[in-house]
């Protein structure tokens, strides 16, 4: 059974940092593409990050390219989030996702539960 | 602002067909495969069709998805209470080179 387990959320003071993890199990976790999307409170989805299997292909949301970095480490069959510079409106829950095949463009057949970032004073 | 066009609501009574509509351009959902998301409240999003038209398992086929030039539509037959919730279509856009998300359609079962 595949699962995606996302810790490391939290509050944080506006130009904070946080790195958010990613915990997968119940797959071949280096031979799939793998996504951060977000969602504000009360708001629509929002696609943050991709990565191929093998970090060959990274790919950011322009609005947020240069704060936040994503990248994996398949020994351990984990995906990180590294967010810097943090702002009130970073507020979401930012969910893990998994691609259907190794290709970044492929749809997201499998999401975590989410973790919630609070950023506020 | 979102890239991809969804009407904000929509509604429909039991056992009623709706559809939803999802626009785009050239650079996203013209060239590329559409993806459908369901959103039930206080959940996740799990994938209801992919690649335009493709239902995963175990999703029923009361759900249908198609697609026409630069726009795309999900179609929801038989409609049921456990319907109600929150529609995403989304698409790779090779401009932006990123993943594009329409601004969500949250489907009111009357």
């Known amino acids: 059974e595949v699962q995606l387990v996302e810790s490391g959320g939290g509050l944080v003071k506006p130009g904070g940092s946080l790195r958010l993890s990613c915990a997968a199990s119940g797959f071949t976790f280096s031979a799939y593409s793998m996504n951060w999307v977000r969602q504000a409170p009360g708001k629509g989805l929002e696609w943050v990050s991709s990565i191929s299997g093998y970090s060959s292909y990274i790919y950011h949301a322009d609005s947020l390219r240069g704060r936040f970095s994503i990248s994996r480490d398949n020994a351990k069959n984990s995906l990180f989030l590294q967010m810097n510079s943090l702002r009130a409106e970073d507020t979401a829950v930012y969910y893990c996702t998994k691609s259907g095949g190794a290709n970044p463009l492929a749809p997201q057949d499998y999401w975590g539960q989410g973790t919630l970032v609070t950023v506020s004073s | 602002q979102s890239v991809l066009t969804q009407p904000p609501s929509a509604s429909g009574t039991p056992g009623q067909r ?92 009357l």
């Open chain 2, 18 to 109: 709706v559809t939803i509509s999802c626009s785009g351009s050239s650079s996203n959902i013209g060239g590329n495969a559409v993806n459908w998301y369901q959103q039930l409240p206080g959940t996740a999003p799990r994938v209801l069709i992919y690649s335009d038209s493709r239902r995963p398992s175990g999703v029923p086929g009361r759900f249908s998805g198609s697609k026409s030039g630069t726009s795309a539509s999900l179609a929801i037959s038989g409609l049921q209470s456990e319907d109600e919730a929150d529609y995403y279509c989304e698409a790779w856009d090779d401009s932006l080179n990123g993943r594009v998300f329409g601004g969500g359609t949250t489907l009111i079962v």
